[in-house]
C-alpha cells in the first residue's frame, strides 16, 4: 500500500480543499522533497479566484504553490548533486535543456518547461513534492527554510536587474510594492544601487519598502510621481525604472517620469492585451525597454549575495499557516492586499 500525505487541491475556482493524495516516488534524476513552507504567489491567488491567467486554464484539480524550501528524504539512482538530509530551495521550473533557449542560458523562455502550478502541471502545496535535481540549491546552514522560498520571487528582482543592465552609479524607481517590488528593492540593494525610489498607493506597503532599504517612496494617487522624483534627486532625475504594478496606466506614464536615454524594465503583467504608449517620445528619448519573464541563472547568485549580506527578505512575511488553513490563507491574499504581502504556508505542523 502506498504512503499518502496531505495536499491543498483547487476543485475549481473558490473551490479549495486538503486531501489525501499518493506521496510520489522519485524516478532516477529525481529527489522527493518534504517542503517545509511554501509562499503564496499572485498567481496561485488568480487561479484560485478566476481559474486561469491567459492561455493557462484550471481545467481539472490542481496542486497549487511554486515557492519552496525543503528536505530531500528520497533520491533517484542517477541522483549525485544532493543527498538525503540536505536543505534546498527548489527553482519550479523545469526545463528541455535542449533547445535553443536552454543552451544559451536563456532557460526561463523554453518552450516546452514544465513549471510548478502552471496548469495542468501539480505544484507543491502539499507535503512532498517530486523536483528534478538540478533544480535544486543547497542552502547554507545560516539561511532558513523561509529565506530559501523566497529566493523564487527574490529572482525575478534579481533578474529585473540583469536584464535592465544596472550598475551601482544608477537611481532607480520601482514603481508597485507588493512582494516582487519589495523584493526587487533588496535585489537593487545587492546590486550596489544606494538610490532607489519606489510608489505604491498603499501606505503599509510604501512603510515596508522604506524599511526593505527604499531611498524615499511616493504614493502616486495623491502625489505627482515626476516632480517627486525630481525634488528627492535634485533635479538629476532616474535612468531606470522597474515597472512591477501591472498597472496599465503605470505602464503608460513610464516614458514621462525617466530620463532620456534611460531603462525601463517591465516585470508586471498587466490584465489587459494592449496598453497605450507615446511610442513618437519613446523613439525620442532612445529608451531601452526590457520585458522579463520568470528568470534564469539567479539562483547559485541569491543564495551567495544573501550569505554575504545583512538583508533579510523574510521582511515580506507577514502571515504564516499550516496547510490545513490553506482556503484562510489564500482568502487573507485575496481580499486583504492592504495588510498582507507574503503569506507563508506550512505542510508538517
Not at 529525481?30 to 517545509?36: D, F, G, R, S, T
Not at 520571487?153 to 544596472?166: C, D, N, Q, T
Not at 524615499?216 to 502625489?223: K, R, T, Y
Not at 490563507?329 to 495588510?339: G, H, N, P, S, Y
Request: aromatic content about 6%; overall charge negative.
Amino acid at each position: 500500500m502506498k504512503a499518502l500525505m496531505n495536499a491543498a487541491i483547487l476543485n475549481k475556482p473558490l473551490d479549495i480543499e486538503v486531501k489525501k493524495v499518493e506521496v510520489p516516488e522519485p524516478k532516477e534524476d529525481e529527489a522527493l522533497i518534504k517542503v517545509y513552507c511554501i509562499g503564496v504567489c499572485g498567481s496561485d491567488v488568480h487561479y484560485y479566484e478566476h481559474g486561469k491567467i491567459g492561455r493557462y486554464v484550471v481545467e481539472k484539480p490542481i496542486i497549487l504553490g511554486h515557492e519552496l524550501a525543503g528536505e530531500v528524504v528520497k533520491v533517484g539512482r542517477d541522483v549525485q548533486n544532493v543527498s538525503i538530509g540536505d536543505r534546498v530551495a527548489v527553482e519550479p521550473g523545469v526545463t528541455c535543456g535542449r533547445c535553443d533557449y536552454c543552451k544559451s542560458g536563456r532557460y526561463n523562455l523554453c518552450p516546452d518547461v514544465v513549471f510548478m502550478a502552471t496548469p495542468p502541471v501539480d505544484g507543491a502545496w502539499a507535503e512532498y513534492v517530486l523536483v528534478r535535481s538540478d533544480c535544486l540549491f543547497k542552502l547554507p546552514n545560516e539561511m532558513s527554510y523561509e529565506a530559501g522560498a523566497l529566493l523564487e520571487p527574490l529572482s525575478v528582482g534579481i533578474h529585473a536587474m540583469m536584464r535592465g543592465k544596472v550598475t551601482p552609479a544608477d537611481r532607480i524607481l520601482v514603481t508597485g510594492l507588493g512582494p516582487i517590488g519589495l523584493l526587487t528593492i533588496q535585489a537593487a540593494k545587492m546590486f550596489g544601487i544606494q538610490e532607489i525610489y519606489a510608489t505604491d498607493i498603499v501606505p503599509f506597503r510604501r512603510e515596508l519598502g522604506l524599511k526593505l532599504g527604499a531611498t524615499n517612496v511616493i504614493d502616486p494617487l495623491n502625489e505627482n510621481t515626476k516632480e517627486q522624483i525630481e525634488k528627492l534627486t535634485d533635479g538629476r532625475g532616474i535612468n531606470v525604472m522597474i515597472e512591477t504594478s501591472g498597472n496599465g496606466p503605470a505602464i503608460s506614464e513610464t516614458i514621462n517620469i525617466l530620463n532620456r536615454g534611460g531603462r525601463i524594465v517591465l516585470v508586471g503583467l498587466p490584465v489587459v492585451d494592449e496598453v497605450p504608449i507615446d511610442i513618437t517620445h519613446l523613439i525620442d528619448s532612445e529608451y531601452d525597454v526590457y520585458g522579463v519573464f520568470r528568470y534564469a541563472n539567479t539562483y547559485p547568485t541569491a543564495i551567495q549575495a544573501l550569505s554575504n549580506t545583512n538583508l533579510n527578505i523574510e521582511n515580506i512575511i507577514t502571515h504564516k499557516f499550516a496547510l490545513k488553513d490553506i482556503r484562510e490563507a489564500v482568502e487573507i491574499a485575496r481580499m486583504e492586499k492592504d495588510t498582507s504581502i507574503k503569506i507563508m504556508i506550512y505542510p508538517n505542523e
